[in-house]
């Protein structure tokens, strides 16, 4: 590790469609960090929160069915179903359980995993997506890696994609690895990625909007 050492306990606060959230950073590698949001740690009124606000954002597609993936987006799939008066939702599973063996599946990779995983669709599923307007939420996209693979999953099950709600957006990756489908984005705030200077995290300004 060269430098500085970079002392801990520092936060970014980001605005979240008008809620001031402080969120811890955490790094990636010694030179490199992110501010973490885990929205199960948020609180109930935080879904809530989160949830009115997307699913006004994403009213104007028409969205006859929600997708979320697991983990942290189960609980954003709920919600914006909720607020747009949907009962049924899709969860995109990552761990291969008993009943999943026949899924369709999807390999993606994420900014805070390690290695390659999998996205599993229950082929049960599938008469719920197949030619329905159909809207994905997420809690952060970064890379887009997560998100295409989601995407083009949802597509492969017959789900006409009409829009994507993300609480935050998070550097400018996502736009590039997304190309078209970027203009699906709909979100309720930004995030910058940091690099370590002096001793503390500062935000890089290139990777504002």
């Known amino acids: 590790m060269s ?4 002392l801990s306990g520092q936060s970014w606060t980001a605005d979240v469609g008008g809620m001031r959230v402080d969120l811890p950073i955490v790094p990636i590698r010694h030179d490199f960090a992110i501010s973490l949001m885990m929205v199960i740690d948020l609180g109930v009124k935080f879904g809530e929160f989160v949830g009115r ?3 006004s954002k994403l009213a104007p597609f028409h969205p006859e ?3 979320g993936a697991a983990t942290l987006g189960i ?3 709920i919600e914006v179903s909720r607020a747009l008066g949907l009962d049924r939702y899709v969860i995109l599973q990552k761990s291969p359980k008993v009943h999943l063996q026949d899924a369709l599946e999807q390999k993606i990779s ?3 995993s390690k290695g390659e995983q999998r996205l599993l669709l229950d082929r049960r599923t599938i008469p719920l ?3 329905k307007r159909t809207v994905m939420v997420d809690d952060v996209v ?3 890696s997560s998100l295409k693979g989601s995407l083009e999953l949802l597509r492969s ?3 006409d994609v009409v829009g994507v709600g993300v609480i935050l957006t998070e550097a400018r990756e996502w736009q590039a690895t997304l190309g078209a489908d970027r203009a699906l984005i709909r979100s309720l705030g930004h995030i910058p990625q940091f690099r370590a200077k002096a001793g503390q995290w500062v935000p890089m300004p290139e990777t504002f909007l």
């Open 65 to 67: 069915v929600v997708v």
């Open 142 to 144: 970064a890379s887009g």
């Open 53 to 55: 606000r997307l699913a």
């Open 110 to 112: 994420s900014i805070t």
């Open 75 to 77: 609980p954003i799939a």
């Open 3 to 6: 430098g500085s050492p970079v």
């Open 129 to 131: 997506l197949a030619g």
């Open 157 to 159: 099950a017959g789900a």
